[in-house]
């Protein structure tokens, strides 16, 4: 290794980082840090790939990989093929290489387009900051105080000692300069800040139950303070962001020698935490209460198959995290429509999911006390996500913002439309109601009297 990498740099080499493979090619981080990393990204079409993808599929995916991911070179594949239906020799350089590198709308034209030229790849010049050791020294301490907040929520009494040998902890972080050890930091500050953010709404939200007038507030009003609360929300969340840049900010993650670990964890932790404190904190029983209360609880089959539901969402949901998920079509549709119109695509998780779910659940919270909170659970989706899209160091940070920040305001679309959508149903079930109150059972006319019908 010593010997081939001495051979490369006297003759001015570097080495290609080849990305989205199935085996990674060993060796390769420790032969970049030995060329000082002379080395650049490599996006590979495969030629069985490259027989069957279109133009316009091709183009696409070329922009994609430049603009999203940092990739300097890339290698298309290209072999003929017989057709024995035809009797002739095909190849896809004419039909599908050319056609989707040149033209007005070719992928060369398009990523001229956001500023890149084509030519010979250039790695990266690493730079170090002015104080680097200071900014880091803050950064660590700054994630470690939000980690100790988190945990301070849900045990208050731990909050000073959990900072203290967080503190500790955090000065062997800096001097050590472990990899793992900073990986694992950015992760639990990954974690904390959208707990902490969600976690502190719900406090929020409860609170305004020990003033009733709350919960006769016009839907204007209740709207307005939505809107401050979900604006308010993704800025804590948000938080977390320059500790994760700044732990993770090294030329090994910038060419996907090292990938920021746990992503699983992430799009986990942060909403069994707040599931957590949504059921068992904040009522009379405590915490240990709503624990014996739950265990004493008679099954149901109703309850049964919640749980069976709950789960099959969550491991949905989990193997669509990181790379390796895959989308439906109408997804896939929607994500090319996105793409042209914005040339940045916000996570679907974000604007479909999590800040709807937000906007809406938020809006309810502010009339009805207990059940929206539901919803604000499965918001937290949001929240973390944000927080994840600038884990991935590779991706421009500028575009990591606008992904967040169109996946904020899409989402923020959605949601209105859902709380129109609502505000709809709910005075049909109102109008349905005053028609013969006094009929219904006594449960149904309580959850109508919530809705605006008084039965005497």
């Known amino acids: 290794m010593d010997d081939f990498a001495k051979q490369l740099k006297e003759g001015g080499f570097g080495v290609a980082v080849i990305e989205n493979l199935k085996a990674p090619q060993l060796?390769?981080?420790?032969l970049?840090?030995?060329?000082?990393?002379n080395a650049v990204?490599?996006?590979?079409v495969s030629e069985g790939e490259m027989m069957v993808i279109s133009p316009e599929t091709l183009k696409d995916r070329l922009v994609l990989a430049v603009k999203d991911r940092n990739i300097r070179m890339i290698y298309l594949n290209a072999a003929p093929a017989r057709d024995d239906k035809k009797a002739?020799?095909?190849?896809?350089i004419d039909k599908t290489i050319v056609t989707a590198l040149t033209g007005d709308d070719g992928a060369i034209e398009r990523m001229r387009d956001f500023g890149f030229v084509t030519g010979e790849a250039h790695a990266f010049k690493v730079h170090k900051a002015p104080a680097?050791?200071?900014?880091?020294?803050?950064?660590?301490?700054?994630?470690?105080?939000?980690?100790?907040l988190m945990i301070g929520l849900f045990l208050p009494p731990l909050l000073l000692p959990v900072a203290i040998l967080g503190f500790i902890g955090g000065a062997g972080v800096f001097l050590l300069d472990s990899s793992l050890l900073t990986q694992a930091l950015a992760l639990f500050v990954a974690i904390a800040a959208p707990t902490v953010s969600v976690v502190t709404l719900v406090r929020l939200l409860r609170a305004r139950r020990s003033r009733p007038e709350n919960f006769r507030q016009s839907a204007g009003r209740r709207l307005g303070a939505a809107i401050l609360f979900y604006i308010r929300t993704a800025i804590l969340s948000v938080i977390a962001i320059p500790f994760v840049i700044a732990l993770l900010n090294d030329i090994t993650y910038e060419l996907v020698l090292q990938q920021f670990r746990g992503v699983s964890l992430?799009?986990?932790a942060p909403i069994a935490l707040v599931a957590l404190y949504v059921f068992f904190?904040?009522?009379a029983n405590g915490f240990w209460g709503n624990i014996r209360q739950l265990l004493v609880m008679p099954i149901k089959v109703f309850w049964v198959v919640v749980g069976v539901f709950v789960l099959a969402a969550g491991y949905y949901y989990l193997t669509r995290t990181g790379n390796g998920g895959s989308a439906s079509g109408i997804e896939m549709k929607l994500r090319t429509f996105l793409e042209t119109t914005f040339h940045v695509r916000p996570r679907f998780k974000e604007f479909a999911m999590g800040h709807p779910l937000m906007l809406l659940g938020l809006f309810l919270s502010l009339r009805y006390p207990k059940w929206p909170l539901v919803l604000i659970v499965a918001a937290t989706i949001g929240q973390l996500s944000m927080v994840d899209t600038f884990a991935h160091i590779h991706t421009p940070a500028v575009l990591s913002a606008t992904r967040d920040l169109l996946g904020l305001g899409i989402g923020f679309l959605i949601g209105l439309v859902l709380i129109v959508a609502w505000q709809v149903l709910e005075r049909l079930w109102a109008a349905w109601g005053e028609t013969d109150c006094r009929e219904v059972s006594s449960a149904r006319a309580r959850w109508r009297d919530n809705l605006g019908c008084r039965v005497e």
Not at 41 to 44: G, N, P
């Open 32 to 37: 970049a840090q030995k060329l000082n990393y």
């Open 88 to 92: 002739v020799v095909t190849h896809p």
């Open 41 to 44: 990204r490599l996006h590979s």
């Open 132 to 148: 680097e050791a200071l900014w880091r020294g803050l950064a660590i301490a700054g994630a470690v105080s939000l980690i100790a």
């Open 281 to 283: 904190y904040g009522s």
């Open 266 to 268: 992430l799009h986990l």
């Open 27 to 30: 060796g390769m981080g420790a």
